[in-house]
């Protein structure tokens, strides 16, 4: 028994919605929010030619919302000043590569404490001015996380 020439074209159309539908959600998945993770570090890094080193605990939490956080607490000196850091940037993130994000939308929220300038902050600890600073590496080692921009040292962030 042969099916007439339109039950065969509502059964082929079909099959290519579903196999549209399928490949959408794959893509959007696979490009948009890829992260589910709440991890912590503690960071020393010091620049010589410049006089300047920070010491901080520094959260990283992205959501599967594509929203993130990035919370810094510690010092930064340079000659003979030191200030207080404790700030959060927030910000929106989208998956570029398998290991690979990019933050958009940034603000940060700087709390009463931090006395810390903001434009040595953004030269040596995290810039928000160029796009290219912007991008962060996430690569699973073990039981952490290595983090990674162009300029800021990469960190091993230990989820909790």
């Known amino acids: 028994m042969r099916l007439p ?20 959600v794959y893509f959007i998945n696979k490009y948009h929010a ?8 503690y960071l020393t890094h ?26 810094v607490e510690g010092v930064m000196r340079q000659g003979g000043k030191t200030w207080v850091l404790n700030r959060d940037v927030v910000f929106e993130y989208t ?10 939308n ?15 902050f953004d030269k040596n600890v995290l810039s928000l001015k160029d796009e290219a600073s912007r991008v962060m590496s996430l690569a699973k ?3 952490g996380y290595i983090v990674g921009t162009l300029r800021a040292p990469a960190l091993i962030c230990i989820p909790h």
């Not at 339109?6 to 196999?19: E, S, Y």
């Not at 890829?34 to 570090?41: G, P, T, V």
């Not at 998956?95 to 958009?104: A, Q, S």
């Not at 940034?106 to 040595?120: A, E, F, N, Q, T």
Request: glycine content about 8%; some cysteine.
């Open 5 to 24: 020439v339109k039950a065969n074209m509502k059964i082929l159309l079909g099959i290519i919605a579903f196999a549209t539908v399928a490949n959408a």
């Open 34 to 41: 890829i992260y589910d993770l709440k991890c912590e570090s």
């Open 46 to 71: 010091q620049i010589g030619q410049d006089n300047f080193s920070y010491s901080a605990m520094i959260g990283l939490e992205l959501r599967n919302d594509a929203k993130g956080t990035f919370s």
């Open 95 to 104: 998956g570029l590569h398998d290991n690979t994000f990019r933050m958009k």
């Open 106 to 120: 940034i603000h940060i929220v700087k709390y009463g404490r931090d006395h810390s300038p903001d434009d040595l």
């Open 141 to 143: 080692v073990k039981n």
